[in-house]
């Protein structure tokens, strides 16, 4: 049977003082952009152009005590290590900081945790490892903002911490509790004037970056090899801040829409053999690409295996090393969408045995990959809308990752279960947590009883916002290229859903593995004269159940794009929702001059 609607909230138009503000720009633009808060006449122009400016890196609270320490190592010939995350966000920060301090003439080598080894973030043991080798100043990077205790143990064996991260900081009750490092960079800081602050872990290291270079053009150390071009690290910028879901708004956007430009002229000989090996052209490089080609398999290094294959693979010096490395990610990247696609099964043949009615699911296996629990739990949560857990059971502790919905904030209810748990942090929607397995039961009792609280009175069901209700014959092709202008689209700034009402259904067919996809033909009966005989192609991917059972009439929201097949292109319609059209007058467009 097909799967519940969704709930559509559609904007509502555009008002009419608004429209003659912005009458030079397309009149669904217009309706976009007021849907986003862009009102201004001057702010649509500059999102629509890609005109923004780089904040100054020096606005961040200890970005000068920070470089000052670093350049001291570097005039004194210190070893550094730029201590990283094994996803592409941790794995992309540790590349850019590593390199900009190579190039600075720095004495440096990267640190990137195993996953399974040593779990996420610092710990205690590796840092015993750092110190041991004679290393006096360590720089995190994407990690460390809720590692007290292990920046507190590096500092007794006389190191220099600096904490680099964008995670959420730990307050209790009313006070923020930062760790005690030489210098915290996080613009989530209490007090923080930086004006952006949702820089992923990649943009704080690249703005660390930034403030070196400028210190360098001004009191230059002499000791590198020469100041590296900022437009050189873009390219990184862009794969960690897709990969990791940063909002593409403010900064972020600016960031990656010139990191895309690096990345479709690619420099790095292990980028050009990824490209090569996933057989996708770099002219075609955008962050869809990076979302669900280039990104997995930077990640499934680290979660199969280990995160220094995808660092050798950007580092790489050419071609010959960069392409087992490349093919390497590939085949790990296959080998985990098996093992998803498989664990998935059994966390919801458990959902279904346990009852899918509650608030929040915790499911813990000594079955699941720890490499993968997070993905897990990110599908669990996209099909029942519910907060959600999937955790590895060890042999004495478990190790998990969350994912949430808009109404719950995980990491908020990991705080109020701090006592129960060994090590965890995270954003609003997504957390990782350790837990002894004699406490598990007890966490999840809590959570559950969290969520009861918090979503006691919630629908929880998902929401579509549909940016505005068009006719068909409204789609044209001029429509995708003016959608284009607010590319890149992904978090935080979503690609424009429509929606058309009262569609007739012309064909439709199950396509995909076992039919799981439905394509359709359509026409919109509203339509007069040559329009009225106009079809359009749609796909809806994973409904496939609705074969065979489409009502007469159906509402659909959709994103538009452009579908090529075998040297043709076609206007195609990328399903997001289908509904049975109800009784009464159709809705008017909300677009139309």
Same mark, same amino acid.
């Given at each position: 049977?097909?799967?519940a609607?969704?709930?559509w909230?559609?904007? +509502?138009?555009?008002p009419?003082?608004?429209?003659e503000r912005?009458?030079h720009?397309h ?6 952009l007021?849907? &986003?808060g862009?009102?201004?006449?001057a702010?649509?122009d500059?999102f629509?152009?890609?005109r ?12 000068l005590?920070?470089v000052?320490r670093?350049r001291?190592a570097i005039r ?11 996803d592409?966000?941790g794995?992309?920060?540790t590349v ?7 190039? !600075? ?12 080894d040593?779990?996420y973030g ?43 991260d964008h ?8 006070t %923020?509790?930062? /760790?005690p490092? !030489? ?9 923080d /004037?930086? /004006?952006f602050k ?13 403030a070196?270079l400028?210190?360098?053009r001004?009191? +230059?150390?002499?000791r590198? #090899?020469?100041? +590296? ?10 794969l960690?801040t ?9 900064e972020?956007?600016?960031?990656v829409?010139r990191?895309?430009v ?6 790095r ?10 057989r ?17 398999r ?8 280990t ?7 950007l580092?790489?010096?050419?071609a010959?090393a ?10 790990l ?19 279904e045995?346990?009852? #899918? ?8 296996? +000594?079955?699941?990959?720890?490499g ?8 669990l949560t996209e099909e029942?809308?519910?907060?959600t ?9 478990t190790h ?8 719950f904030?995980?990491?908020?209810a ?8 060994i090590?965890y942090?995270g954003?609003?929607?997504a957390a ?5 397995n004699?406490?598990l039961?007890a ?10 609280? %918090?979503l ?9 916002v ?17 959608l284009a ?8 700034? #979503?690609? #424009?859903v429509?929606?058309s009402l009262?569609?007739e259904?012309v ?13 359709l033909?359509? &026409?919109?009966?509203?339509e007069?004269?040559?329009a009225?005989? &106009? ?8 409904q ?17 794009e452009v ?7 076609r206007l195609q319609?990328?399903v ?6 109800s009784?009464?007058?159709r %809705? ?6």
């Amino acid at each position: 049977m097909p799967s519940a609607p969704k709930r559509w909230e559609i904007a +509502p138009i555009v008002p009419r003082r608004q429209r003659e503000r912005l009458s030079h720009i397309h009149p669904l633009l217009t309706q976009i952009l007021y849907n &986003r808060g862009i009102t201004d006449p001057a702010e649509a122009d500059a999102f629509l152009n890609g005109r923004a400016l780089f904040h100054d890196p020096y606005r961040m609270r200890d970005m000068l005590p920070a470089v000052e320490r670093i350049r001291s190592a570097i005039r004194q010939d210190e070893p550094i290590v730029v201590y990283g995350d094994f996803d592409a966000d941790g794995v992309t920060a540790t590349v850019l900081l590593t390199q900009t301090l190579s190039a !600075l003439g720095a004495r440096v080598q990267p640190y990137i945790p195993h996953r399974v080894d040593e779990g996420y973030g610092l710990n205690c043991d590796a840092l015993d490892k750092i110190a041991g080798w004679g290393v006096r100043l360590v720089i995190t990077v994407d990690c460390g903002i809720r590692s007290p205790v292990e920046v507190a143990h590096g500092n007794a064996l006389g190191l220099d911490l600096i904490v680099t991260d964008h995670h959420s900081i730990f307050w209790d009750e009313e006070t %923020e509790r930062l /760790p005690p490092a !030489l210098a915290v960079i996080n613009s989530k800081r209490a007090g923080d /004037p930086y /004006p952006f602050k949702d820089l992923a872990g990649v943009g704080i290291a690249f703005k660390l970056a930034q403030a070196l270079l400028l210190a360098e053009r001004e009191a +230059p150390l002499a000791r590198g #090899p020469g100041i +590296p071009d900022e437009r050189s690290l873009l390219d990184l910028v862009a794969l960690g801040t897709v990969a990791d879901l940063a909002p593409l708004v403010g900064e972020n956007r600016f960031l990656v829409q010139r990191g895309l430009v690096e990345l479709r002229r690619p420099q790095r000989p292990g980028i050009q053999a990824m490209l090569e090996e996933a057989r996708l052209a770099p002219a075609n490089v955008d962050a869809t690409a990076i979302g669900f080609i280039l990104g997995p398999r930077l990640n499934a290094a680290g979660r199969l295996a280990t995160a220094e294959i995808s660092y050798r693979l950007l580092t790489a010096p050419d071609a010959l090393a960069a392409r087992p490395l490349a093919e390497e990610l590939g085949r790990l990247n296959a080998e985990r969408q098996r093992l998803t696609a498989e664990s998935v099964a059994i966390a919801k043949a458990q959902i279904e045995a346990e009852g #899918p009615d509650r608030r929040l699911f915790l499911i813990a296996s +000594p079955d699941f990959r720890p490499g993968i629990v997070g993905l897990i739990a990110g599908r669990l949560t996209e099909e029942y809308y519910r907060p959600t857990l999937v955790a590895q059971v060890g042999a004495e502790e478990t190790h998990g990752s969350a994912r949430s919905i808009p109404e719950f904030n995980i990491t908020a209810a990991l705080d109020e279960c701090r006592d129960l748990l060994i090590r965890y942090g995270g954003h609003a929607a997504a957390a990782g947590f350790t837990v002894a397995n004699e406490n598990l039961a007890a966490l999840q009792m809590r959570l559950e009883q969290i969520a009861v609280r %918090e979503l006691a009175d919630r629908d929880l069901a998902p929401v579509l916002v549909v940016d505005a209700v068009v006719g068909l014959g409204e789609i044209d092709w001029t429509t995708p290229e003016f959608l284009a202008q607010l590319e890149p689209c992904g978090y935080g700034n #979503p690609q #424009p859903v429509l929606a058309s009402l009262g569609l007739e259904v012309v064909a439709q067919r199950a396509v995909g593995q076992d039919g799981q996809h439905l394509k359709l033909t359509l &026409r919109d009966p509203s339509e007069t004269g040559p329009a009225a005989a &106009r079809v359009l192609d749609a796909i809806a991917f994973r409904q496939g159940a609705w074969h065979g059972q489409l009502p007469r009439r159906i509402d659909l929201a959709y994103t538009v794009e452009v579908n090529e097949y075998n040297g043709e292109k076609r206007l195609q319609l990328n399903v997001k929702d289908i509904r049975a059209t109800s009784g009464g007058q159709r %809705e008017a467009s909300s677009v139309k001059r």
